[in-house]
């Protein structure tokens, strides 16, 4: 257990849904990233928070529209997705400041998108 | 941009045996961090070890030490006496936006 919690675990959507992604961190942490992690390729670096506000998005389509409303928590809002979308979305926290230290994951979120 | 790279997709080990995995990267940065993560099959990815870039001496936590090698942008993780729940993906990882590598699927054989 690393202070981090992603709520759903497991969700399944058609593309024409709309849904959210949640997560949550119990560490005093000020900065918190979504990350998506497919099959067989690298951790990619989907958006960055600093004390709630977003200084950091990787070139994300916009389906997918973060929200911060304060340091513990994070969202993920899903829209009109596509089955290529389907992967495991990770959130990490670690605090802010100096150079960028440990990160502290969540267990995920597995989509599928159908 | 910087990157990482992990040249081994998958390694093996017999379990008590040592294993290294390797990583290299790519930065034009002098100070910044470097880390091993391991996501085991239950998909939580926790920190194996860390290197602050501008100290010399190479990290150590218990089983796991690095190979820290600045001028080659080298950092190979050595696992000593694998143990059996050291199955998983390790993932060598960069600071400045937390470059990750492909990741490393390591097996240990009992």
């Known amino acids: 257990e690393t202070g981090v919690t992603q709520t759903p675990r497991h969700l399944v959507m058609g593309m024409t849904n709309k849904k959210s992604l949640k997560c949550e961190q119990h560490?005093?942490?000020?900065?918190m990233y979504w990350y998506k992690q497919s099959a067989k390729k690298p951790l990619e670096l989907m958006f960055v928070?600093?004390?709630?506000?977003?200084?950091e998005n990787n070139s994300v389509p916009s389906r997918f529209s973060p929200e911060c409303p304060n340091s513990s928590h994070l969202f993920l809002h899903l829209h009109t997705l596509q089955p290529e979308d389907s992967a495991l979305y990770l959130c990490?926290?670690?605090?802010?400041?100096?150079?960028?230290?440990?990160?502290?994951f969540g267990p995920g979120t597995r989509l599928t998108v159908l | 941009a910087q990157t990482v790279t992990q040249s081994q997709p998958e390694m093996s080990v017999q379990e008590a045996e040592t294993v290294t995995l390797s990583c290299t990267y790519d930065?034009?940065?002098?100070?910044?961090?470097l880390f091993w993560y391991k996501q085991p099959p239950s998909r939580q990815m926790i920190l194996v070890i860390r290197?602050?870039?501008?100290?010399?001496q190479n990290a150590t936590e218990n089983r796991f030490s690095v190979n820290f090698q600045k001028a080659a942008k080298s950092f190979s993780l050595k696992i000593s006496d694998s143990q059996l729940g050291d199955a998983a993906m390790y993932f060598c990882?960069?600071?400045?936006?937390?470059?990750f590598g492909a990741g490393t699927r390591l097996t240990v054989k009992p």
């Open positions: 990490a926290s670690r605090p802010s400041g100096g150079l960028p230290d440990t990160q502290y």
């Open positions: 560490l005093g942490h000020n900065a």
């Open positions: 928070y600093n004390f709630k506000e977003q200084t």
């Open positions: 930065t034009s940065e002098s100070d910044y961090y």
């Open positions: 290197q602050e870039a501008y100290k010399q």
């Open positions: 990882a960069y600071t400045q936006l937390m470059r």
